[in-house]
């Protein structure tokens, strides 16, 4: 019967469709959306002006190699805008890496808790996804090194890691990048790198610039606050952009986007500021939590891996649904192998404040 009917390439329908965070809570007056890593304190107000601008120029093709965004991150970063792309958020990127560097039957290695879009890429370019086991939810760089096979094309890392919050630091990354043949590319996704605040932590500029089978993907999405827009970026060797700028599409960065981004990027006074309330927050967070006897793995991000006991009435699931019940969104991670766990955004003040008081309740630890 299946054969009267197109049939998808092989790999595409054992794809599990990504899920993205929850967003509402039914019959709750005020939502607090805590499940996609947005930023509490949203764009820079000049990324919002830049947007705005754009409005009378709808009728218009954006520049089609988004060369004054580039430009910006070049300036930014101090990068060669020539070895940058941009694209409609780091996904339409992934995709594309996958697309332009994996065939049908290679493999591609992402570890046991990574980021669900490795899979969907891999599957969906005909390849096979190789999952590398992790320690202490933490990439573990003997493992992946162990799976690496001759049909191996691209090692996966986010790092940090979503959503265990968990980091490598540069020597490990480092000695990843040693281990493998030259012919893998390794992509080093550090959507979360602006949060991090570790002196042994790099994003991978260092390593692109020194080598041909390296990518750092970047993103507007999280410290930007700019997610409505998609808007990420890669950088990486001039063989590697001139292989997918060929593939790429001719506009996937619109006007609005690219204008918000430059304004974005060129607005670090806020860029501080969001940083400055992670911290702040993300300790704070991190330790109501643990004073009510939840473990959280201690995260660089700005999101927590907050760990439930499987005890009846203290699951992930029934404090999910206790939490959701007050407008109170966090999000499930069994897609993620982590049944017992839910991850959680660093909110707002209140939204934080609130959690902490929700689970107080939940626990029975409320006075
Ligand atoms: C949120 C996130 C991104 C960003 O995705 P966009 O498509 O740019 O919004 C990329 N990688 C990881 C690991 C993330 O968690």
Same mark, same amino acid.
């Given at each position: 019967?299946?054969?009267?009917?197109p049939?998808?390439?092989?790999g595409?329908?054992d794809i599990?469709?990504?899920v993205p965070?929850?967003?509402t809570?039914p019959?709750?007056?005020?939502?607090?959306k805590?499940?996609?890593n947005?930023?509490?304190l949203?764009?820079?107000?000049?990324?919002?002006d830049a947007?705005?601008?754009?409005?009378?120029?709808?009728?218009d093709?954006?520049?089609?190699?988004?060369?004054?965004?580039r430009e910006?991150?070049?300036?930014?970063?101090?990068?060669?805008?020539?070895?940058?792309?941009?694209?409609?958020?780091?996904?339409?990127?992934?995709?594309?890496?996958?697309?332009g560097?994996?065939?049908d039957?290679?493999?591609?290695?992402?570890?046991?808790?990574?980021?669900?879009m490795?899979?969907?890429a891999?599957?969906?370019?005909g390849?096979?996804?190789?999952?590398?086991?992790?320690?202490?939810?933490t990439?573990d760089v003997?493992?992946?090194?162990?799976?690496?096979?001759?049909k191996?094309?691209?090692?996966?890392? $986010? !790092?940090?890691?979503?959503?265990?919050?968990?980091?490598? /630091?540069?020597?490990?990354i480092?000695r990843?990048h %040693?281990? @493998?043949p030259?012919?893998?590319?390794?992509v080093?996704?550090a959507a979360?790198?602006?949060?991090?605040r570790?002196?042994?932590?790099?994003a991978?500029?260092?390593?692109?610039?020194?080598?041909?089978n390296?990518?750092?993907?970047?993103?507007?999405?999280?410290?930007?606050?700019?997610?409505?827009?998609?808007l990420?970026?890669f950088?990486a060797?001039?063989?590697?952009v001139?292989?997918?700028?060929r593939?790429?599409?001719?506009?996937?960065?619109?006007?609005?986007?690219?204008?918000?981004?430059?304004?974005?990027?060129?607005?670090?006074?806020?860029?501080?500021t969001?940083v400055?309330?992670n911290?702040?927050?993300l300790e704070w967070?991190?330790?109501?939590l643990?004073?009510?006897?939840?473990?959280v793995?201690p995260?660089? $991000? !700005?999101?927590?891996?907050i760990?439930?006991?499987?005890t /009846?009435?203290k699951?992930?699931?029934?404090?999910? %649904?206790? @939490?959701?019940?007050?407008g109170?969104?966090?999000?499930?991670?069994?897609?993620?192998?982590?049944?017992?766990?839910?991850?959680?955004?660093?909110?707002?003040?209140?939204?934080?404040?609130?959690?902490?008081d929700?689970?107080?309740?939940?626990?029975?630890?409320?006075?």
């Open positions: 019967m299946t054969a009267n009917r049939q998808p390439r092989p595409v329908l599990a469709p990504y965070g929850k967003s809570a019959g709750v007056a005020k939502v607090y805590l499940s996609s947005e930023s509490p949203g764009p820079s107000p000049k990324a919002v947007y705005r601008t754009i409005a009378t120029h709808l009728q093709y954006p520049d089609g190699s988004a060369t004054e965004l910006a991150i070049g300036r930014a970063y101090g990068l060669d805008p020539a070895r940058i792309i941009c694209g409609a958020g780091s996904d339409d990127l992934i995709n594309l890496i996958a697309r560097y994996l065939k039957g290679d493999e591609a290695i992402h570890t046991t808790h990574g980021f669900l490795y899979p969907i891999i599957l969906g370019a390849a096979k996804p190789v999952v590398a086991a992790e320690k202490n939810y990439a003997d493992a992946i090194l162990a799976k690496v096979t001759p191996t094309k691209i090692v996966f890392i $986010a !790092n940090p890691n979503n959503p265990t919050g968990t980091y490598l /630091p540069f020597d490990e480092k990843l %040693a281990g @493998l030259p012919h893998v590319l390794l080093l996704d979360y790198a602006e949060y991090v570790r002196n042994d932590y790099e991978g500029i260092e390593l692109v610039a020194t080598s041909e390296v990518l750092m993907l970047r993103t507007f999405s999280k410290i930007y606050g700019l997610a409505a827009l998609r990420g970026w950088y060797s001039e063989s590697i001139d292989a997918l700028n593939i790429r599409g001719p506009f996937n960065v619109s006007a609005p986007a690219s204008a918000a981004g430059i304004a974005a990027i060129g607005d670090n006074g806020h860029l501080e969001s400055a309330f911290a702040q927050w967070v991190t330790k109501e643990t004073a009510l006897g939840l473990t793995t995260s660089v $991000a !700005n999101f927590l891996l760990h439930f006991p499987e /009846p009435g699951t992930a699931a029934e404090a999910d %649904a206790f @939490l959701t019940k007050r109170l969104v966090l999000r499930r991670v069994a897609a993620y192998h982590l049944p017992h766990a839910l991850r959680m955004s660093v909110g707002s003040e209140e939204a934080n404040r609130l959690v902490i929700a689970l107080k309740e939940f626990l029975g630890k409320a006075p």
